[in-house]
């Protein structure tokens, strides 16, 4: 599919706005429009694809807005200024560039979905109509549970916007968000195909339900979570690798249930989080987070990869996303939901509400996360050991934040890690909303600030 992407964008990218709100940037009638373009199944199905697209821009920068505002990763010994120290400190000022970028990228991604949408009837074929709908209520509804988990209350957009559609640009409750996450995704798992029968990287059921799962953990919804994670772990297109190193090496391999792609050596499909992740110095693994890892786990080869530096000190990088050259031009895909989550959320979801748990389900999925990584099984489970859990097996991966949000202990464990660290991190439990980007207050009075941002 990524070359297929690749094409379409190319066509696609003379009418695409650069995000929803963008709607005062009119084209010339001479030009190719939406209006225009969109008469037939092909043409429909380049916007789909734009979608996919849409996500690389987003992806490409969610690892400082999560694995760095958790204790999981910093800088570089420290050493870097600017906006990234302001992620690293959890101190992230409303001008921040990056933020406003991941606000606009959703939102773009949200754009790309509803244009699909509303063009759904120029599609002859009834399948084709019913997958482009799946497909789009899918990214539509990924897009707005990554910014509702970022950014708290956000506007919740269904349709393509224009300036007079005043009430799109309020802030809408949490709990209607999710209601609206909630119905895309069960639209999506109803229209969307198994992984055998659609082209490999798109949307499928599985990446439908294993959201959906994730949202409903997020809701407290556990009895609806493990109904799907249930189905999930049965699911013959999916399990775990034998090797933990080939889930990140080995692309589109049977562990990935939904995952962002990208292009080697290519100005326009290409990803610089490797080489940022390395030769930049971001998103290094923290020594506590280091600390946690037993020498004799089989996860410890990738997760933290030595780098002499050429000489140098030396420091240890995120393994799992190794460049295979030093370019800024790289084509490690990004994982979004892997079979590996659904053991560990499958675990969470029986456990629910208690601290601990003998279910045998739940330790039989535990226990296969501890078994490829060649570490002792457990015959109770609590919750302190799942996070645990979960924190190694998926460190860099863009969870651990929103991992210690859902099990409540959030303000606790950054409290206690704020006080290890350098001077200029003082944690506050305001600051585990991001500030809404002063670029949209601006344009857009109606959105209020986040509590603790001026």
């Known amino acids: ?100 970028d991941y606000w ?83 639209t999506a798992i109803d229209n969307l195909p198994g992984r055998s029968d659609i082209e490999e ?53 049977k562990e990935i249930i939904f995952g962002v792609q990208f292009i080697p050596d290519d100005s326009k499909d290409s990803q610089k989080f490797s080489y940022q992740f390395t030769n930049s110095g971001l998103n290094y693994p923290t020594e506590d987070l280091m600390s946690i890892v037993d020498t004799s786990d089989l996860r410890e080869p990738t997760l933290f990869f030595w780098n002499d530096l050429s000489g140098a000190t030396g420091d240890f990088e995120p393994g799992k996303f190794q460049p295979e050259t030093r370019s800024q031009l790289q084509g490690n895909d990004w994982i ?33 996360i501890r078994i490829r990584a060649g570490m002792g099984t457990v015959t109770t489970l609590t919750k302190d050991l799942l996070l645990t859990e979960r924190r190694i097996e998926l460190c860099h991966e863009n969870h651990r934040l929103y991992d210690l949000i859902r099990f409540g202990v959030a303000e606790t464990v950054m409290s206690a890690f704020s006080l290890t660290q350098e001077p200029g991190f003082e944690f506050k439990s305001t600051a585990l909303l991001l500030p809404i980007p002063m670029r949209e207050i601006n344009i857009y009075p109606q959105l209020e600030q986040n509590s603790g941002y001026n």
Request: with cysteine.
């Open 1 to 100: 599919m990524k070359k297929y992407i690749l094409n379409t964008i190319l066509i696609l990218t003379i009418f695409c706005f650069n995000s929803c709100e963008d709607f005062l940037n009119l084209s010339p009638v001479s030009e190719l429009t939406t209006a225009s373009f969109y008469n037939n199944d092909n043409e429909v199905e380049g916007g789909v694809l734009a979608i996919y697209d849409a996500m690389q821009n987003y992806v490409s920068v969610e690892w400082a807005l999560t694995e760095m505002r958790s204790d999981n990763t910093n800088t570089r010994a420290h050493r870097s200024e600017g906006e990234w120290r302001e992620f690293e400190t959890m101190n992230v000022q409303t001008i921040n560039a990056t933020v406003s």
């Open 104 to 186: 606009i990228n959703n939102y773009n991604a949200i754009f790309r979905a509803n244009t699909v949408l509303e063009n759904l009837g120029n599609v002859s074929s009834a399948y084709l109509k019913t997958q482009f709908e799946g497909e789009a209520k899918f990214a539509r509804a990924l897009s707005h549970f990554n910014l509702v988990r970022a950014f708290g209350d956000v506007p919740v957009v269904d349709k393509i916007i224009n300036y007079n559609d005043e009430d799109y640009f309020l802030r809408d409750p949490q709990s209607e968000v999710y209601s609206f996450i909630e119905s895309d995704l069960l």
């Open 201 to 253: 990287g798109r949307a499928t059921i599985g990446a439908a339900k294993a959201i959906l799962a994730k949202v409903y953990l997020t809701m407290k919804e556990h009895s609806k979570a493990k109904t799907l994670l249930d189905d999930l772990i049965l699911d013959v297109d999916y399990g775990l690798l034998t090797n933990f190193n080939d889930v990140f090496y080995q692309e589109l391999n």
């Open 336 to 368: 979004v939901i892997r079979f590996a989550d659904v053991l560990l959320m499958h675990a969470e979801a029986i456990m629910a509400d208690a601290g601990s748990t003998t279910d045998q389900s739940a330790l039989d999925s535990f226990n296969k």
